[in-house]
């Protein structure tokens, strides 16, 4: 069985990486961190839009490119790798899988097309305190085709137009969604170790509100969405830590100590040496989800939890360790290094953080052996 792209595939992955290295330097993640009126980079969002990829796996008759999850997946490894500031995560990995994955004829037909061309920006709104998702979490409800309550922490909900929202109705709990412009809706900035990447609280009051799926499948489908996404944030955690990997190994050459470059002495090496180890085992367990989300496996809850674990892991320890091999230099706000410690705390939280998903790992090796 070969998990490695195909070498169109590869082609696609060459060329995002040439547009993001022209149109996406780390300068432009700093000018968003610079600025506090901003949380992403409204120009970069619509050259990407230009550029298809938001419609990467949406069907044609949508607007879209029609391609699969694999391209997406080669896509999102370059995204990581650039630190993209844009809301493409929350747009194309939650809310475009969610439609997919549960959304009406009429829905995708509404919200499928604007999604494609850049129009709407999608945010998941499920959270509402810490620890993993589940039943007594959710206390939001709709009533009479409305919804009230509040969702925190959301990434990228103040700045989106479109939600996916889990609540209660009629004692059953479903997903809904929920425009952003709207009346009932109100937003607060929570502020975050990444401010490039925007986190919100949603408070609903009464918001009009339209049930995507069937009643009472909200947690199925939500986890659907979350084993989905999972695997694609682990590709762009993978490129965030292979540059953050290239960052420290491009530092150990050119920096001297005591007549030699610090590459050469053994403490270097071993750093370098366990970051790419780890990375990689997430990109092995990356690749193995990208199969997995192709093909509609039956093992893709499992390749999600193994992806979504080791590639959080590798990203931060990566990030780390890159930070550490800079030493004294690293701890500065001119070099990057803080940048990829941002992003790498920001992505493990987003889908749920890693405590969680080591328990989602363990049941599902649990459930696989009792089979």
């Given at each position: 069985m070969d998990f490695d792209f195909s070498d169109d595939q590869k082609f696609l992955k060459t060329e995002a990486r040439k547009f993001l290295d022209a149109r996406s330097p780390?300068?432009?993640?700093?000018?968003?961190?610079?600025?506090?009126?901003?949380?992403?980079?409204?120009?970069?969002?619509?050259?990407?839009?230009?550029?298809?990829?938001?419609?990467?796996?949406?069907?044609?008759?949508y607007g879209g490119l029609g391609l699969g999850g694999v391209e997406?997946?080669?896509?999102?490894?370059?995204?990581?790798?650039?630190?993209?500031?844009?809301?493409?995560?929350?747009?194309?990995?939650?809310?475009?899988?969610?439609?997919?994955?549960?959304?009406?004829?009429?829905?995708?037909?509404?919200w499928l097309p604007k999604i494609a061309v850049g129009q709407t920006i999608g945010c998941f709104a499920s959270s509402e305190r810490p620890g993993p998702l589940s039943?007594?979490?959710?206390?939001?409800?709709?009533?009479?085709?409305?919804?009230?309550?509040?969702?925190?922490?959301?990434?990228?909900?103040?700045?989106?137009?479109?939600?996916?929202?889990?609540?209660?109705?009629?004692?059953?709990?479903?997903?809904?969604?929920?425009?952003?412009?709207?009346?009932?809706?109100?937003?607060?900035?929570?502020?975050?170790?990444?401010?490039?990447?925007?986190?919100?609280?949603?408070?609903?009051?009464?918001?009009?509100?339209?049930?995507?799926?069937g009643a009472g499948e909200g947690l199925a489908l939500a986890q659907a969405v979350l084993d989905r996404a999972a695997i694609?944030?682990?590709?762009?955690?993978?490129?965030?830590?292979?540059?953050?990997?290239?960052?420290?190994?491009?530092?150990?050459?050119?920096?001297?100590?005591?007549?030699?470059?610090?590459?050469?002495?053994?403490?270097?090496?071993?750093?370098l040496a366990d970051i790419y180890i780890k990375n990689e085992l997430a990109r092995s367990n990356a690749y193995y989800g990208a199969w997995a989300l192709a093909s509609g496996a039956a093992e893709l809850p499992l390749a999600a939890?193994?992806?979504?674990?080791s590639a959080t892991e590798a990203f931060w320890f990566a990030a780390k360790e890159s930070l550490q091999t800079h030493g004294g230099m690293g701890y500065t706000w001119d070099v990057d290094c803080h940048l990829f410690y941002r992003r790498a705390q920001q992505l493990g939280l987003m889908a749920g953080g890693a405590k969680a998903w080591k328990e989602r790992l363990v049941s599902q090796l649990e459930r696989r052996n009792v089979a």
């Open positions: 780390t300068s432009v993640a700093r000018g968003v961190l610079d600025d506090p009126e901003r949380s992403y980079d409204a120009d970069l969002w619509k050259a990407i839009a230009a550029q298809g990829w938001l419609g990467t796996t949406i069907p044609e008759e997406l997946c080669a896509i999102a490894e370059e995204l990581g790798r650039a630190l993209a500031p844009v809301p493409f995560s929350s747009t194309v990995y939650f809310v475009v899988e969610a439609l997919l994955v549960a959304g009406s004829n009429e829905q995708k037909q509404r039943e007594s979490q959710v206390t939001a409800r709709v009533d009479g085709g409305r919804v009230s309550g509040a969702k925190a922490p959301v990434t990228d909900g103040d700045i989106a137009d479109l939600a996916v929202v889990l609540a209660r109705e009629a004692g059953q709990i479903s997903l809904f969604l929920v425009e952003l412009g709207g009346e009932g809706v109100r937003r607060e900035t929570l502020q975050t170790l990444d401010p490039t990447r925007g986190v919100a609280r949603l408070v609903f009051d009464g918001a009009p509100a339209e049930r995507l799926g694609l944030l682990a590709f762009e955690q993978v490129g965030g830590s292979d540059r953050a990997l290239e960052m420290a190994r491009d530092y150990a050459l050119q920096r001297f100590a005591f007549g030699r470059p610090i590459g050469s002495y053994q403490a270097i090496k071993h750093k939890a193994a992806a979504r674990v």
